[in-house]
């Protein structure tokens, strides 16, 4: 081994001038073969070096595998090569004992290590430098740089070759820890996709199932409700108050029946209702909306319901009317009792969306109903004070998100509500 403190030149130029691009290129190495690229032919050229090899410890921990190589003819024969880590070889001295190996000549390389003449069946002819690489406490391996020999090792090379080493190490966990955590992010993607198709098929079912099961039902319903109505009008005389109770339970039941499979099969033909996107005038739906709601429920409550200006948008014209006529119509019958409902919509355009106002000063709903009133079926009165299904809002949230936007509520108890929706502009 030679004496590090000898008095010896400092090495050329380039090393210094490479070291930060260097440094910076082992940083944006992604793969341990950008790592391998980066390292081994900068260093020859900076340092004179003849050859260059990295030996990574393999899967078992117990042995030694030449990875990479630069300056070595191809099939040449040369030092380093797969062996134990466990032998009796620089690259698994260097690791054992945690330090760098610098051999000056062949001589002091042959005579600390005797065998490897025997090994690669020629003679040593180089000096080198064998640069552990650990992982914190855990050895992954070395890098060795062949010299012409005579090569002294000077105090700064033998310090430029150590950090060089101690880099090595650091990017090639880094691109390991890179490749992995990308690995599991491809693995974690496809899964995620793998899901979301299993779910589309299962929605798509589900409202298919919906649809078919709503539609087949109808007609059944309607029998009950007509025939119920028959016996209402040509026996009622000749039943008991109980009995006509019975009848009367009979055709409510099946009225309410008969909404609840309509707004079932309203809500199975959100997604696959393929009708256009078209240029819609809100104003023209909503006046059309409230004509409508006028016959029964705006004169009915004694409500009133008014508008600022709308605009246009790129919407299911059809979906878009029943949007408004849900939120309208639960404006004006979730009222307060000693107040006539008040309903106004409005609307801003925020950058390529409008965002809408549906506003009432109605009973109003306590925060931690806000997400329970958008899923289907979810009602927070009894039928017997507020009619409804418990569909109308699941089917309002549908139509938005089948549009792209968004459907949230602001409320406070007895102070009213603020549903707002947002809708691509044209």
Same mark, same amino acid.
């Given at each position: ?51 260059? #090899? @990295? ?113 090595? #190490? ?14 599991? @992010? ?17 929605? #798509?079912?589900? /409202? ?46 099946? /009225? ?23 240029? @819609? #005038? ?56 000693? /107040? ?46 507020? /009619? ?39």
């Amino acid at each position: 081994m030679p004496d590090p403190s000898a008095s010896v030149p400092a090495p050329p130029a380039p090393l210094t001038d490479q070291w930060p691009v260097l440094i910076e290129r082992l940083a944006a190495a992604r793969t341990a073969e950008d790592v391998f690229r980066i390292i081994l032919q900068p260093t020859l050229d900076a340092l004179q070096a003849i050859a260059g #090899a @990295v030996l990574l410890v393999d899967d078992s921990g117990e042995h030694l595998e030449v990875v990479a190589t630069q300056g070595h003819a191809e099939g040449a024969q040369t030092l380093w090569q797969d062996g134990p880590l466990s032998g009796n070889v620089p690259a698994g001295a260097a690791l054992a004992r945690r330090e760098a190996l610098f051999f000056h000549d062949a001589q002091s390389l042959g005579q600390t290590y005797p065998e490897l003449e025997s090994r690669i069946g020629q003679a040593l002819s180089v000096a080198s430098a064998v640069l552990p690489m650990f992982e914190g406490d855990h050895p992954i391996g070395t890098l060795v740089l062949d010299f012409p020999e005579p090569h002294h090792f000077s105090i700064q090379e033998q310090q430029f070759l150590r950090t060089l080493g101690a880099q090595c #190490a650091i990017a090639l966990g880094r691109a390991w820890a890179t490749q992995q955590l990308e690995a599991q @992010v491809r693995q974690r993607t496809q899964q995620l996709e793998d899901r979301t198709l299993e779910l589309q098929r299962s929605n #798509a079912e589900l /409202e298919q199932f919906a649809y078919i099961a709503s539609h087949d039902l109808q007609a059944p319903i309607r029998t009950v409700i007509s025939f119920a109505g028959l016996l209402t009008r040509k026996y009622a005389s000749q039943l008991d108050e109980r009995g006509q109770l019975y009848l009367h339970h009979i055709a409510q039941s099946g /009225e309410h029946m008969q909404r609840l499979v309509g707004d079932l099969l309203t809500f199975s033909r959100v997604n696959t209702d393929h009708s256009p996107k078209d240029a @819609v #005038a809100t104003e023209e739906v909503f006046d059309t909306v409230v004509t409508r709601l006028a016959v029964d429920q705006v004169r009915g409550e004694g409500g009133t319901v008014s508008r600022g200006p709308l605009p246009v948008v790129c919407v299911d014209a059809q979906q878009l009317d029943q949007l408004f006529q849900n939120l309208i119509s639960n404006g004006l019958k979730y009222h307060r009792p000693e /107040e006539p409902a008040q309903v106004r919509v409005s609307a801003e355009q925020d950058g390529e969306w409008w965002r809408f106002a549906v506003k009432d000063n109605g009973i109003g709903i306590e925060p931690q109903y806000f997400e329970r009133i958008f899923e289907i079926f979810q009602r927070l009165h009894d039928r017997e004070t507020y /009619e409804g299904t418990g569909i109308g809002l699941a089917v309002c949230k549908k139509i938005v998100e089948r549009h792209g936007g968004r459907l949230w509520l602001e409320s406070e108890p007895q102070q009213g509500t603020t549903f707002f929706f947002t809708l691509p502009n044209c």
